[in-house]
């Protein structure tokens, strides 16, 4: 006995033109936001990377790369929901593609998410084994304002998240 096949789910999803629109809007708008302000960032990060004590070399090397690598998940966040505006048209969501732009943007948080807390741990490992001659020798403005700008990937990748979810939520949630 043999049963029919199940039926393919629907490949577009249609949505009022109002609601495109504003999704076609949104997602130029956050994804130009991110990508700004990761051109800001990077500038930041090099001008105040001077502030930290002399961290062990492994380390610093390490939190650095992971840092890098963590604005360039921003910039994939903000390219993946640029690309998210080429799959809504006037009344209609390719469900399809833009389901897999939103789970890229959940890998690129992920992804950040892991990297800003180890490049965190490899940094307070750095400052805590650092050779240090006097307590003031580190400028703790400088490190703290480092530390912020460090989270700064997460944050973004979480805005390029929220914003994914919220506009390109799946259909049964709307």
Do not use: N
């Not at 009022?16 to 960032?41: Q, S, Y």
């Not at 690309?83 to 389901?99: C, I, M, N, Q, Y």
């Not at 304002?145 to 973004?156: E, N």
Request: proline share 10%; aromatic share 8%.
């Amino acid at each position: 006995m043999s049963y029919p096949p199940p039926p393919l789910p629907p490949r577009y999803l249609w949505i009022p033109a109002p609601h495109a629109h504003r999704i076609r809007t949104t997602c130029r708008r956050v994804a130009l936001l991110l990508i700004t302000a990761c051109l800001v960032l990077v500038p930041l990060l090099a001008l105040l990377g001077g502030q930290l004590p002399p961290v062990y070399p492994a380390l610093g090397f390490f939190s650095w790369t992971l840092t890098g690598t963590s604005v360039v998940m921003v910039v994939l966040a903000g390219v993946f929901l640029l690309t998210a505006r080429r799959h809504v048209s006037a009344e209609h969501l390719d469900l399809r593609k833009v389901g897999e732009l939103r789970s890229g943007i959940v890998v690129a948080w992920a992804l950040s998410l892991f990297m800003t807390m180890s490049a965190f741990s490899g940094l307070s490992l750095g400052v805590s084994m650092a050779p240090i001659s006097e307590p003031r020798d580190i400028s703790w403005p400088g490190v703290w304002t480092l530390m912020l700008l460090l989270t700064m990937p997460l944050v973004l990748t979480s805005i390029a998240l929220v914003t994914g979810r919220r506009l390109l939520g799946s259909p049964q949630l709307r």
